[in-house]
């Protein structure tokens, strides 16, 4: 390969990888669309989400202080994320489907 | 006839680009990992995407661009860190034997990192997850450990290799590898 083509071939791949990049980045959904307020209350006015006050008075919240919540969609599914401090001074995030209340999960942050 | 202090073009168009996409959307993936899931993946998948691009110019690229050129074996390897610490390496046109390996690991590294960031899934926790942040945390390593080595190679040979990688332009010297 000339040196002339070697070049000419690298920006055949520079095009690859700029149209390759355009399409993966094309349908980000916007940030914080996943907890979007305005997006969160429409959710829960449609019924589609159970409203924050319901999850919170789950039985298994008893007893901690939620520092933070967040609805979020994570692979396609509406999700509660809160994150809990307990009384031995721990923070816990855990994960709630949101249509369901169900609990999905936790990780130890502390 | 080899010219002394002549500008050659040592990085094609595809490495530079290459180079500086890896290193803005390794930033964006970090960055993003906890606070927009949709731009992490897709970073993710783009990463790949380019890892998967600089494997195939790797072997049919330009001439500093191939693993060829500068994948060196253990004895020159070692030989190439002896004469480093002792302040006196010898100058290579494309990738020094250290560079080169830091290439590789870089590579492998980031490559493992996508692969396994796609097997966790849904899942919150996992062995994949453990995998995924094990990498991303080596990646990290050995960029500190790339960047230094720059800095050092930039300063003992008296020439900006940053710029290099941006312009693409380097100076032979008489004495090059």
């Known amino acids: 390969m000339s040196e002339k083509n070697g ?12 149209v390759s990049g355009a399409a993966l980045l094309y349908d980000i ?6 907890d ?28 901690l202080r939620v520092l933070e919540a967040d609805l979020e969609r994570k692979h396609g599914r509406m999700v509660y ?30 | 006839m080899v010219l002394e202090n002549q500008k050659v073009l040592v990085w094609d168009p595809f490495v ?27 970073a993710g998948y783009f990463i790949l995407v380019l890892l998967g691009l600089r494997i195939v110019w790797g072997v049919i690229g330009t001439q500093h661009a191939r693993f060829r050129d500068f994948v060196y074996g253990g004895t020159v390897t070692v030989g190439y860190l002896r004469s480093l610490r002792a302040g006196t390496p010898r100058h290579y046109l494309g990738h020094n034997p250290a560079g080169g390996w ?11 990192a996508g692969v396994s960031g796609i097997l966790i899934g849904d899942a919150e926790h996992g062995v994949w997850k453990e995998i995924h942040e094990g990498s ?19 300063l003992i040979h008296g020439e900006n290799l940053v710029r290099a990688m941006l312009t693409g332009h380097k100076m032979r010297r008489s004495e090059d590898v």
Not at chain 2, 102 to 112: H, N
Not at chain 2, 141 to 149: A, E, I, K, M
């Open chain 2, 136 to 154: 991303a945390n080596l990646t990290l390593l050995l960029v500190v450990v790339h960047v230094s080595g720059v800095v050092l190679a930039s």
């Open chain 1, 36 to 63: 979007d307020h305005d997006e969160a209350r429409e959710l829960r006015d449609s019924g589609e989400v159970m409203p924050l006050s319901g999850l919170l008075a789950r039985p298994e919240l008893d007893g």
């Open chain 1, 7 to 18: 070049i000419r071939l690298s920006w055949v791949f520079v095009a690859v990888a700029v």
């Open chain 1, 81 to 110: 994320e809160l994150e809990l401090l307990d009384a031995a001074g721990r923070v816990d995030k855990r994960y709630f489907d949101a249509i369901s209340g169900e609990p999905l999960g936790n990780r130890v942050e502390d």
């Open chain 1, 29 to 34: 959904a916007p940030a914080g669309a996943s």
């Open chain 2, 16 to 42: 530079r680009v290459f180079h500086w996409s890896l290193v803005l959307f390794y930033l964006v993936a970090w960055v993003s990992a906890e606070e927009w899931a949709s731009l992490h993946e897709q």
């Open chain 2, 102 to 112: 830091m290439v590789i690991a870089l590579l492998l590294s980031l490559a493992v």
